[in-house]
């Protein structure tokens, strides 16, 4: 799913219009009225509505709820706060025909004192502002945000499209913002959704499609996606009848040492569950016996050491692997930092770089220019950090991540939520798979070693990444659904990788 800018979202409006053709007033009713759909859905007309507008067209929608859940027998408060002497010209005739249908319970907000005392259970509706926000709110305005927010403990509070006070796509950290239970936006995800700055602010987004141009939709190039279902099955390749181990290519895993073997356990078996024709993982002597006992089907290279890699550079040409996976539980010994040099001088296929080898990277600046083209790397934020330095919001954390990508050629993706990938064509893509179940140790691990296997098969950088991410996050709901994200574990998501495959896609 593409996620547009405000500006685009105003141009996918207006093409709407003019071409569908609709008009303006129309498609506001229409918008408007699959939010009241979804308020009677979810809420009983014995709960008193409270709706805030503002006078651009986020209150326009406000009036029209307003008016259609006065028609199904809601009792509803509408208050208008008088930010500005002009009203839209959709507002204004919103609320001529709203004054006609039901001219009892319209209020004018001209200041803070005006504001209403709620009685128990009621609902506020939020539709102050939307797409048309550009600069933080103040003054007495502010209050009436904080005021909301001040009594969200005890009613449920609906914002309409953003949550007023959000700017739909930069950072509004630090602003006054509505925080909502449920936002009903339109059409498409906002870029502020998926922020983690935002977090508390949203609450539950459901998306309501209201009929902009699929014309508009499909011709206009952003730069910003939300992976889904569509885009996942045009890079998933199903095997071909004919095909042998070979085909699915050879990886070389490097990963473990004394005391964390357990992570290179977890990627191997990821490795294998994501389709690998073949894996080899490279490891401390220490750790042999526990991967030859753990997981059979992987075969093991011991290290000259007992207790790091340190060798690892070595042999790689006779063994034409496909692909290498390097990092998790490496640790970040001189030894095992001269052996991954001394590989990035001789390896130029695409790598996964995860954990210790990225905290390499961070301190042998230099390594990173020897990383191979379209190599993927997979830092969660502290890492990233490391890797690239601070930013002072996740918007600009996005810019610097997005910059990185593009000038270096990587594949890098920043783990979280919504984990974001940066692609070297300047795209960035979001992933809405999984849960905090997977904020365990080990997770970050079973995602190396699924991209390791992803790209192994022959799927180039960017299909394994964004395939790889969504099963990842997809076994990790299924993992929760079985065991609660409390008691999931890293291992339970490599589990739920074949139900991923059969129902994921
Ligand atoms: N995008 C779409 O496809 C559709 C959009 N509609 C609605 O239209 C909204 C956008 O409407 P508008 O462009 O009129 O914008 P908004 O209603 O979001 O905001 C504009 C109003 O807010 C004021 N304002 C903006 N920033 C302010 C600030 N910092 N402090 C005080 N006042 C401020 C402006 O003076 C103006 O009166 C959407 O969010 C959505 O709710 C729907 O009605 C129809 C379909
Ligand atoms: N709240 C969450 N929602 C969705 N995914 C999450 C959440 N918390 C963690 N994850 C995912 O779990 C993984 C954790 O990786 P990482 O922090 O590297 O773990 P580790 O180093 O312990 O293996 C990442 O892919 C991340 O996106
Ligand atoms: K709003």
Redesign the pocket.
């Known amino acids: 799913m593409k996620i547009f800018s405000a500006a685009q979202?105003?141009e996918?409006?207006q093409y709407?219009i003019q071409h569908e053709p609709i008009s303006?007033a129309d498609?506001?009713e229409?918008?408007?009225g699959k939010c009241a759909e979804w308020i009677e859905d979810h809420f009983s007309p014995t709960q008193p509505v409270y709706i805030f507008c503002?006078?651009?067209?986020?209150?326009?929608?406000g009036l029209?709820i307003s008016r259609l859940l006065q028609e199904h027998g809601y009792t509803v408060h509408t208050c208008i706060i008088q930010?500005?002497p002009?009203?839209?010209a959709?507002?204004t005739l919103k609320l001529q025909q709203l004054r006609e249908a039901f001219p009892a319970n319209i209020t004018e907000i001209g200041d803070l004192s005006d504001f209403p005392g709620l009685p128990d259970n009621a609902i506020i509706v939020d539709?102050?502002?939307?797409?048309?926000?550009?600069?933080?709110?103040?003054g007495w305005?502010a209050g009436v945000i904080h005021r909301i927010n001040d009594l969200r403990s005890q009613h449920t509070v609906i914002a309409?499209?953003?949550p007023?006070?959000m700017i739909?796509d930069t950072s509004s950290n630090h602003f006054a913002v509505v925080k909502a239970h449920y936002t009903l936006s339109?059409?498409f995800y906002k870029l502020a959704f998926l922020l983690p700055e935002n977090a508390a602010l949203s609450g539950e987004v459901h998306i309501l499609p209201?009929g902009?141009s699929p014309d508009y939709i499909l011709h206009t190039p952003t730069r910003y996606h939300l992976t889904d279902r569509q885009i996942i099955r045009t890079i998933y390749k199903p095997r071909d009848p004919f095909s042998h181990k070979g085909t699915y290519g050879h990886a070389l895993l490097i990963a473990g040492s004394y005391g964390k073997m357990g992570a290179a356990v977890l990627s191997a078996r990821a490795c294998i569950r994501a389709g690998v024709g073949l894996l080899s993982c490279h490891l401390p002597k220490c750790g042999y016996e526990i991967m030859q006992i753990s997981e059979p089907c992987a075969m093991c290279i011991p290290d000259k050491d007992t207790y790091f890699n340190t060798h690892f550079h070595t042999g790689l040409a006779d063994a034409r692997y496909k692909v290498i996976g390097i990092g998790p539980g490496i640790d970040t010994q001189p030894e095992t930092a001269r052996s991954f040099e001394q590989l990035l001088h001789s390896w130029q296929q695409p790598m996964v770089i995860d954990a210790d080898a990225l905290n390499l990277l961070a301190k042998n600046p230099k390594l990173l220019q020897l990383v191979p083209k379209n190599s993927i790397l997979t830092p969660h934020p502290k890492e990233f950090e490391r890797l690239f330095g601070p930013a002072p919001n996740d918007v600009e954390r996005l810019a610097l991540l997005s910059k990185e990508a593009v000038s270096r050629h990587l594949y890098i993706l920043l783990k979280g939520r919504y984990t974001a990938m940066a692609c070297p064509d300047g795209s960035i893509y979001f992933n809405p798979t999984g849960n905090p179940g997977m904020a365990t140790g080990g997770s970050g691990d079973v995602l190396t070693g699924i991209l390791t296997g992803l790209l192994a098969q022959g799927y180039t950088s960017k299909e394994a990444l964004i395939l790889g991410v969504w099963l990842h996050g997809y076994a990790g709901d299924i993992a929760a659904a079985e065991h609660s994200q409390e008691a999931m574990t890293a291992g339970d998501i490599i589990t739920g990788l074949g139900q991923a495959f059969k129902e994921g896609i």
């Open positions: 979202i105003r996918a409006d709407t303006s498609l506001m229409r918008a408007a503002g006078k651009g067209n986020n209150g326009g929608d029209v930010h500005s002009n009203a839209s959709d507002h539709a102050l502002f939307g797409t048309g926000m550009s600069r933080p709110v103040e305005l309409i499209d953003l007023s006070g739909a339109f059409e209201i902009l």
